[in-house]
T-cell receptor, first 114, second 112 residues
Framework: EDQVTQSPEALRLQEGESSSLNCSYT??????LFWYRQDPGKGPEFLFT???AGEEKEKERLKATLTKKESFLHITAPKPEDSATYLC???????????????FGQGTILTVHP | DTEVTQTPKHLVMGMTNKKSLKCEQH?????MYWYKQKAKKPPELMFV???????INESVPSRFSPECPNSSLLNLHLHALQPEDSALYLC???????????FGPGTRLLVL
């Protein structure tokens, strides 16, 4: 069974204090790993898609990396507006189609204090 | 442009009511999804439509009835819901050329 585990469950940072969120996965055939940001009461906002081990992507203060077992979301010099829940999800080769289920982790609640 | 729109933003209904949620995308995506999200939990897949045909139903109760009238529009018809069905209902769409699913803002549903 596919499993996605995110840690920590919650992270409190001071503004400017860099840190990393972890997403470890156990799946049978990874098609893609996705990072989303979700603000309370809103839909998930797409951040990154990673397809293969060694891949890295950056956007402003965020950088996502991928290994064969886990992904990290690095946040450099965070600001209070980075406060949100960060969700990791995977798509696998199960079903053999281009369209299918995302398996989500439980999310990491990030709070950045000024 | 990666915009998915959903209406209404909020919905309150009684257990005997019939209502519908609407989702629209104009990105030419050929797959559309319904997810349900309870508070402090990740989204859970309900239905997948690909090329306007239902391809996945995650054993969702029949009081939820999806419909895909055309490639840009996805509806979720609701009937005889229970209070435990109260949640944020999310729509997503996906291009056939990449794996990424783009989510709409959601409809906050309260069943009384």
């Amino acid at each position: 069974e596919d499993q996605v585990t995110q840690s920590p469950e919650a992270l409190r940072l001071q503004e400017g204090e860099s840190s990393s969120l972890n997403c470890s996965y156990t799946v049978s055939g990874l098609r893609g790993l996705f990072w989303y940001r979700q603000d309370p009461g809103k839909g998930p906002e797409f951040l990154f898609t990673l397809y293969s081990a060694g891949e890295e992507k950056e956007k402003e203060r965020l950088k996502a990396t991928l290994t064969k077992k886990e992904s990290f979301l690095h946040i450099t010099a965070p600001k209070p507006e980075d406060s949100a829940t960060y969700l990791c999800a995977v798509r696998t080769n199960a079903g053999g189609t281009s369209y299918g289920k995302l398996t989500f982790g439980q999310g990491t609640i990030l709070t950045v204090h000024p | 442009d990666t915009e998915v729109t959903q209406t209404p933003k909020h919905l309150v209904m009684g257990m005997t009511n019939k209502k519908s949620l609407k989702c629209e995308q104009h990105m030419g995506h050929r797959a559309m999804y319904w997810y349900k999200q309870k508070a402090k939990k990740p989204p859970e897949l309900m239905f997948v439509y690909s090329y306007e045909k239902l391809s996945i139903n995650e054993s969702v109760p029949s009081r939820f009835s999806p419909e895909c009238p055309n490639s840009s529009l996805l509806n979720l018809h609701l009937h005889a819901l229970q209070p435990e069905d109260s949640a944020l209902y999310l729509c997503a769409s996906q291009s056939g050329f990449q794996e990424t699913q783009y989510f709409g803002p959601g409809t906050r549903l309260l069943v009384l």
